[in-house]
């Protein structure tokens, strides 16, 4: 684990990747634009993957509504490099924290260019500390059986499938991450 992603309330986190400085840091009301390109970028299998509908585009509505998000109730994460002197993004995560404030439901979107390599690894364990540090107990992720890939990654993480969902066509993946409820998410 990074040692120096320690905290994630208002410090910016830097790792090179592929030759690129990447920055991880919460969403600001800023990152609307920055977040409208990110978002409208990407391919129609991507936005399928973590839409379930590749064609639409995101309003200017939505992207200002995702970044700025109710820290009580929304954690909101970005990773950004610099491109002729202005941040780009290239990857986003958030999870809802629910009514019962020990659960939350995770969401990651990564670039398609950055698909395969270490950036949604990095961004998964820094969104999933925070959600640690905020006292959350369990994370949620519901995802679509055909996005193997984020299956895969969700699962070397320590999410566990759940088994009413084995034959879905959206699965949902548990993680505990207190380690007392690890063994009954396990079960």
């Known amino acids: 684990m990074n040692t120096e992603l320690s905290t ?12 690129k400085v990447l920055d991880l840091r919460p969403v600001r009301t800023t ?5 409208l390109e990110f978002l409208n970028g990407l391919s129609y299998g991507t936005r399928y993957l973590r839409f379930g509908s590749g064609s639409a585009a995101c309003a200017d509505e939505h992207a200002a509504r995702l970044c700025d998000p ?3 109730a929304w954690r909101r994460f970005t ?8 941040e780009m993004s290239l990857a986003a995560a958030s999870y809802y924290i629910q009514d019962d404030r020990e659960n ?19 961004l998964l364990t820094s969104v999933l500390d925070d959600a640690r540090r905020c006292g959350l107990k369990r ?4 995802i679509l059986a055909i996005n193997q890939r984020m299956i895969r990654l969700a699962l070397r993480h320590g999410f566990v499938e759940s088994p009413e969902t084995s034959q ?15 063994e009954e998410t396990r079960q």
Do not use: F
């Open 139 to 142: 994370v949620y992720a519901h």
């Open 168 to 182: 879905a066509p959206i699965k949902l993946l548990i993680l505990a991450l207190d380690e007392g409820d690890a």
């Open 70 to 72: 109710s820290p009580s």
């Open 8 to 19: 994630m309330d208002s410090d910016t986190y830097s790792r090179t990747i592929n030759g």
């Open 31 to 35: 990152d609307a634009q920055r977040m």
């Open 104 to 122: 939350c439901d995770l969401t990651i979107l990564v670039a398609d260019e950055w698909h395969g390599s270490p950036l949604a690894g990095w």
């Open 79 to 86: 990773v950004v490099t610099d491109k002729a002197g202005s």
